[in-house]
């Protein structure tokens, strides 16, 4: 995978990078390892839980996950 962008599907992400989920779950964006069902793309979990920095989040993913 070159980079992770909003558009990737949580699952998918998940998969590729498990310790994706500790640090959505820090974020406060999904509870994976709890048992909430997840579905959609990175921007929509980020929307649902009404936080407005995106780019912030996917930034901070890219630089913590792809290092």
Same mark, same amino acid.
């Given at each position: &995978? @070159? +980079?992770?962008? $909003? *558009?990737? &599907? ?7 990078? !498990? +310790? $994706? $989920? /500790?640090?959505? &779950? *820090?974020? /406060? ?5 709890? %048992? *909430? !069902?997840?579905? /959609?793309?990175?921007? *929509? $979990?980020?929307?649902?839980? %009404?936080? !407005?920095?995106?780019? /912030?989040?996917?930034?901070?993913? @890219?630089?913590?996950? &792809?290092?």
């Amino acid at each position: &995978m @070159n +980079k992770i962008d $909003a *558009e990737i &599907m949580v699952e998918d992400l998940v998969e590729e990078f !498990p +310790k $994706a $989920a /500790g640090y959505l &779950m *820090e974020e /406060g964006i999904v509870c994976i390892q709890c %048992g *909430e !069902p997840v579905w /959609g793309t990175l921007r *929509e $979990a980020i929307e649902r839980k %009404g936080i !407005p920095d995106i780019e /912030g989040i996917v930034s901070r993913l @890219n630089s913590k996950l &792809m290092s």
